[in-house]
Structure formats: C-alpha cells, structure tokens
C-alpha cells in the first residue's frame, strides 16, 4: 500500500532515484557506438556529441524511467515497496507530471540536432510511453516490450548517435545492420530483468516471458537470442575485410557462452549474476563492431 507523503513535493533525491542513472549507461554506450561509427572527428565535434549523449540518458532514457515507475506503481508495491512512489517519496502525480517535463525537455534538445536525430527521439519516446501507459502497455507482453526496450535502448541510441556526428543524416547501410543487430540482441538482455519480477507480473497479470515460458525455457530462449545476432555480427565483419574485429567479437561470444552454462542451470537465482558479468561482455562487442564500421568504409 502507498504510504502517504510527508511533503506535496518530491525532494531532488526522491526524483533522481526516479530516473535511475544506473539505467542510463546503455542508451548512452549506444551512442556513443554511434559517435564512433559515424567517422566524424569526435574532438572536432565533442560538444554535439556530449549533447546527444545526455539526450539519450538522462534524458529520454530517463523520462522511460519516471513513466515505467508511474505505471508500475501497483506492481512495485508488491515486488519493491521502497521504490519512489510506492513508498511515498514521489507523491502524488508527481511521476507522471517529471515524464511529461523529461518529454518535452527530451524534444527540445533533439530539435538542435538535426532531422534524423528528432526523429529517432520522437520514435523513442512513441515507444517509451507505449512501453508503459495503457493502451498499448506494450510490457503486458514480453515479446512485444521487450522488442521496443531492445530497439530503443540499442539500436535507435546507436543510430541517433551517428546520425548526430553526421549532421542529422541518415547513416550508412553498415551501420543501420549492426544496430538492428545488436537490437534484436538486446530483446534477451531484457529478458533477465524480468526474473526479479515473476510474483509481481504474474499477480498484475503482467506476460513478461519468464511468466509465459516458465523461467527455464525464457532463459533459453534469451540466450538464444542475444547469441544469434552476434553471429551474424562476426560473419558481416569477416565478409567486410575486418577478420580482427571479428575474432574479438567472437572471443567475447565464447565468454559470454561459457557464462550462460551457469545461467541455464537456475535463471532466477543467476539472471542478475549474468547481467552483471556477461552483458558486458555484449555491449563491448558493440563498441568493437563499430570501430570496425569506422574502419570499413574509410572515414
């Protein structure tokens, strides 16, 4: 049950435990991979791409963030009762007043860079809002939610980043693939946030996978899915004359392989034990994959 509030206000704290940081270093590596494949000059425009950066941290993926947690708010007062609303600390309408202010504030500083850049912000933030408010609720489904999250979070943060350093253009073929890639790799990434909260979702009637699948098969089928893109990764970067890029790519798979072993054997207990050690493993195949782009087509 919601406690009532001391203050009609939140405080700075309460409000930035809402747009959870720790939840921004993924749109923001993203990014940044989008910075590095574009083959701009990074230090001849680093003020464009501080600006983009902060646009898809603390600022869209943020305002994601603050919507999520208004409606979640009967769901995390089963699972995590301390959280900013549940608990009081962010009363009222507040959460819902802090997404419309991150929504606008996210529009204005996309509107400075360029075409393709607004448009990726506009279509991040459809997405954010359909992840989370009704109709849609996009999260009510697994596949669904967490195919937006994935396509938000990686591929549209990689390809604002370098549509950014390139003026607001559309970026190369090359680029565009491995950001869908690494997309649909993320739908599995996903996935694992979602052990923690089984009792929760299944009371809410809320089908995350684990709910759907069962956690034994919805682990599976996230190993599945954030090995197979990889694949196709290192056979791109072979075909496009970067055997070295591809051997790392496919030494960092091996790693993450080997760790999956330990997460297939009890999910529930290991999914955060894996985010932690075998995501990044992922997102620095990302950062490797786009230095390859980089080199590819001869910026």
């Known amino acids: 049950m919601q406690r009532l509030p001391t203050s009609p206000y939140p405080s700075p704290a309460a409000v930035l435990e809402l747009l959870k940081p720790i939840t921004w270093f993924p749109p923001m590596w993203a990014f940044a991979c989008g910075v590095v494949s574009s083959g701009v000059s990074i230090l001849a425009n680093w003020h464009i791409a501080l600006l983009g950066v902060?646009?898809?941290?603390?600022?869209?993926?943020?305002?994601?963030?603050?919507i999520n947690d208004w409606y979640d708010r009967h769901v995390d007062a089963i699972n995590e009762p301390q959280r900013p609303i549940p608990s009081g600390r962010v009363p009222g309408l507040w959460g819902l007043y802090i997404a419309g202010i991150w929504t606008v504030l996210s529009l204005a500083v996309a509107a400075t860079l360029g075409t393709w850049v607004f448009v990726s912000a506009v279509v991040g933030l459809i997405l954010a809002w359909?992840?989370?408010?009704?109709?849609?609720r996009l999260k009510q489904n697994g596949w669904w939610g967490n195919a937006a999250c994935g396509f938000?979070?990686?591929g549209l943060a990689w390809v604002t980043g370098a549509a950014a350093l390139l003026g607001g253009n559309l970026p190369a073929l090359e680029i565009l693939l491995l950001a869908g890639l690494y997309s649909v790799g993320a739908h599995g990434i996903m996935t694992l946030n979602d052990f923690k909260a089984i009792r929760g979702d299944r009371e809410m009637g809320i089908n995350s996978l684990p709910v759907l699948l069962g956690p034994d098969r919805a682990a599976?089928?996230?190993?599945a899915i954030m090995t197979a893109p990889q694949l196709v990764v290192i056979t791109l970067l072979a075909w496009w004359g970067q055997p070295v890029h591809a051997a790392i790519v496919a030494g960092l798979l091996l790693g993450q392989l080997a760790m999956m072993r330990r997460l297939l054997r009890d999910p529930i207990k290991d999914a955060i034990w894996y985010s932690g050690f075998g995501v990044p493993l992922f997102v620095l195949g990302m950062m490797v994959s786009a230095f390859a782009v980089r080199i590819f087509s001869g910026i």
């Open 54 to 66: 902060i646009l898809a941290g603390p600022l869209v993926c943020a305002m994601s963030q603050a």
């Open 130 to 136: 359909a992840y989370s408010a009704p109709p849609l």
């Open 152 to 154: 938000s979070y990686e």
């Open 220 to 223: 599976q089928a996230a190993c």
